[in-house]
């Protein structure tokens, strides 16, 4: 079965399990009964039919065990059921908003996003509601399912005792795009969660390395402001030229790249920088080689992965994220089969159809703001007028969309 990360769930699991024997059981009796009464009383062997009448015992077994059967298997669906309903006092509230095709959930504290996080092991109660028409809030790891009808608002539960990243999907047709209507549950661990949480929206959570550095005391000697009485500082110093003494008292000059930094750190002593003591201990052993590429990673202003940290985000993507504009649209090269780029987009010749008809224009300001609150007022050509209306944005939000699409450049 589907791995399980919620403990109201193996009720759930259960009761499916038993419905699941019970039906077996009842087939394979069916079955038997059935194959014993045509060898038993073919016409061969009993070519006189009788004809029986009044047996109370048979009536009552009749009754009796099929009623206590669909009672026992009523009883196992209502006790599953009433775990999932039974939602513990002081659970953390998070809504949960369904809209054609995308979702965005709000925590307590104001924060946004267009995915799922949650805390290990804590209760949390999910205040499901729908803008447009009616969704289904499915996470298949926790069993739970829920329809949301526009206008009604309802809640479900949902704890935790796995971290990991789980599929959150919606389980009700709702239009075109409803395959795109995908997203992530995440169980952090709660001081995760807690920085997460607590993140100004757009704010990068801290590196991993600088996490290290602290915990590994780097910065009890090394400063990142330039300067240095007991050790060089740290920062910017990607690529720069350093001047070394090896141990016979040989001066050298070594380039700061991944290589010397592990080194450094490793076995200070082999490569003293010119100007300091041999003061720093030998980190070899001390620190995983995990931890030791994620801090030389971050002192070379790279991620974890190496890769170079992304130049600062646009408000606005933030925005495009949460209110689902990205599930249809790409920000970046061609455009696809489900809607136009937004690369380029700003400024450019456009060609589409106002109410059927052909017609040719410019993608500016104006043209931006109607095709987000009524794109069916101008549908581009080699699409179908399938996006929903966005006309319940506020203006903030509104040209913070706007403002994003022409940073994207313009004139393609
Ligand atoms: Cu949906």
Redesign the pocket.
Same mark, same amino acid.
């Given at each position: 079965m589907y791995p399980q990360i919620f403990s109201a769930a193996r009720e759930v699991d259960q009761a499916f399990l038993i419905i699941l024997g019970f039906s077996v059981l009842i087939l394979v009796l069916v079955t038997v009964c059935m194959l014993w009464f045509l060898w038993r009383y073919n016409f061969r062997r009993s070519p006189r039919a009788a004809d029986i009448r009044g047996n109370v015992w048979a009536e009552i077994i009749w009754t009796a065990l099929p009623t206590a059967i669909v009672l026992g298997l009523f009883w196992t669906g209502w006790t599953s059921f009433k775990a999932m309903r039974t939602i513990p006092e002081g659970a953390m509230e998070v809504q949960v908003e369904?809209r %054609?095709?995308s979702w965005k959930f709000t925590y307590e504290n104001g924060k946004t996003s267009p995915e799922l996080f949650i805390p290990l092991d804590v209760p949390v109660k999910l205040a499901l509601s729908s803008r447009d028409?009616i #969704?289904?809030f499915y996470i298949p790891a926790m069993r739970v399912k829920w329809d949301m009808v526009p206008g009604m608002e309802t809640d479900a539960w949902i704890q935790s005792d796995t971290l990991g990243e789980y599929d959150i999907f !919606?389980s009700?047709y !709702?239009?075109l795009r #409803?395959a795109n %209507?995908i997203t992530k549950l995440k169980v952090l661990p709660g001081e995760d969660f807690e920085t997460w949480l607590n993140a100004a929206p757009g704010e990068a959570t801290k590196p991993r390395g600088l996490t290290v550095m602290e915990e590994f005391g780097c910065f009890d000697c090394h400063a990142m402001d330039g300067t240095g009485d007991i050790a060089p500082p740290l920062n910017d110093i990607a690529g720069t030229t350093r001047t070394i003494i090896l141990p016979g008292g040989e001066k050298r000059s070594v380039t700061v790249d991944a290589g010397y930094l592990k080194r450094a750190i490793s076995n200070p002593g082999a490569e003293i920088v010119d100007g300091f003591g041999d003061d720093m201990p030998p980190y070899e052993g001390d620190m995983s080689g995990e931890d030791m590429d994620a801090a030389v990673n971050y002192l070379l202003g790279l991620d974890e992965g190496g890769a170079p940290l992304a130049a600062p985000v646009h408000p606005g993507l933030r925005l495009a994220e949460e209110e689902g504009c990205l599930m249809c649209h790409v920000t970046s090269g061609d455009s696809t089969e489900d809607a136009p780029s937004l690369d380029g987009l700003y400024g450019s010749e456009i060609r589409g159809r106002v109410s059927g008809e052909e017609q040719t224009g410019v993608a500016d300001d104006a043209h931006l703001h109607t095709s987000i609150v009524d794109p069916s007022a101008w549908v581009a050509d080699g699409y179908d007028d399938v996006m929903p209306a966005y006309d319940d944005l506020d203006e903030e939000t509104l040209e913070g969309l706007v403002s994003f699409i022409k940073s994207l450049g313009g004139s393609r």
């Open positions: 369904a %054609m095709w028409v #969704h289904s !919606c009700e !709702c239009g #409803h %209507m």
